[in-house]
């Protein structure tokens, strides 16, 4: 029996939730530099290449690949090798969902057909500015899947390498800001939960 749209938005959703909060278990019982000691520092750069890369293929349910990012970050590894490596792997990953779009041209017709026709033309008369902008912000500034906007650019037809060189930029951007995150972020809430610890044990002296 198919799931409606509402199950599988509930049933996404419920997984995600879940990953982020198996993955915060984790990291309380493993701190980032212990998993960085375990794995080797160059095995952290490549393990988030694969991981991007899978959240770039997974066009179903994208994998969040930022809290591997997060978390490498966090254990000291070099926040624009990992914002390079991860925009790289999501490049890789993010091909085969245009190539999904591009493929899924063939079958369709009528109005649709018309509409991206449209959509195509559009981004093509646009000055050569417009698109590259649009995409890298995309990429650096909006955190959603790709697919949400490369599927479509790949049934309007529109260049493959239009689409891909703004958009691994903007990504790489993105992981960048996400790896100084787990870098500065994690000290600060770990300071901020042992300095409250600390106000309640000696409350609790007096």
């Known amino acids: 029996m198919e799931l409606s ?13 879940s990953i982020i909060l ?23 750069y490549i393990l988030t290449f694969f991981a991007a890369l899978l959240g770039g293929t997974s066009v179903l349910f994208p994998f969040p690949y930022y809290l591997v990012v997060f978390t490498l970050g966090a254990g000291g590894l070099n926040p624009f090798l990992l914002g390079i490596f991860s925009g790289i ?4 990953g993010d091909s085969t969902s245009y190539l999904f779009g591009y493929s899924g041209r063939e079958i369709i017709t009528g109005k649709l057909a018309i509409t991206f026709n449209k959509i195509h033309d559009w981004t ?3 000055p050569k500015w417009v698109m590259p902008s649009l995409l890298f912000t995309y990429g650096a500034f909006i955190p959603v899947p790709n697919d949400i906007i490369v599927i479509p650019l790949g049934l309007a037809r529109y260049p493959f390498i239009k689409v891909v060189i703004p958009l691994v ?12 995150s787990g ?4 000290e600060w809430i ?6 409250n610890k600390k106000k309640i044990l000696n409350w609790s002296k007096e």
Do not use: R
């Open 183 to 186: 870098l500065y972020g994690l």
């Open 22 to 44: 198996l993955w915060s278990v984790l990291l309380y019982y493993f701190p980032p530099t212990e998993i960085i000691d375990a794995i080797g520092i160059q095995n952290g």
């Open 169 to 180: 930029l903007g990504n790489i951007v993105f992981s960048t800001i996400i790896a100084f």
């Open 5 to 17: 749209y509402k199950k599988k938005k509930f049933l996404s959703a419920f997984i995600l939730v």
């Open 124 to 126: 093509l008369q646009k």
């Open 89 to 92: 792997g999501l490049m890789v």
């Open 190 to 195: 770990l300071n901020l939960i042992w300095t």
